[in-house]
């Protein structure tokens, strides 16, 4: 059975920084793409970017240049670094795995 827990949300202040991890069990994370998704109250989850097995990463326009996707396969975690956060990050982070998903974490960023 595939799990994702993701934890490290929480409530900051517009320009600061979290990292977000997601720890994977129940398959061979080292073999698989992870992606990042976020959702805010009232609209539709959103694609933040993704990680590919060897380590690739791409971003959405939104993010890019201020959040940074890693991962350790020797952990079975991704990361997702966020800086220069601003109000409209605020959402629940999701991972994505071979199609399952994780509970999520909230952030919210205030201005």
């Known amino acids: 059975q595939v799990q994702l827990v993701e934890s490290g949300g929480g409530l900051v202040q517009a320009g600061e920084s979290l990292r977000l991890s997601c720890a994977v069990s129940g398959t061979i994370f080292r073999l698989n793409a992870l992606g990042w998704y976020r959702q805010a109250p009232g609209k539709q989850r959103e694609w933040v970017g993704v990680i590919s097995s060897d380590g690739r990463a791409n971003y959405a326009d939104s993010v890019k240049g201020r959040f940074t996707i890693s991962r350790d396969n020797a952990k079975n975690t991704a990361y997702l670094q966020m800086t220069s956060l601003k109000p409209e990050d605020t959402g629940r982070y999701y991972c994505?795995?071979?199609?399952?998903w994780g509970q999520g974490t909230q952030v919210t960023v205030s201005s």
């Open positions: 994505v795995l071979s199609g399952d």
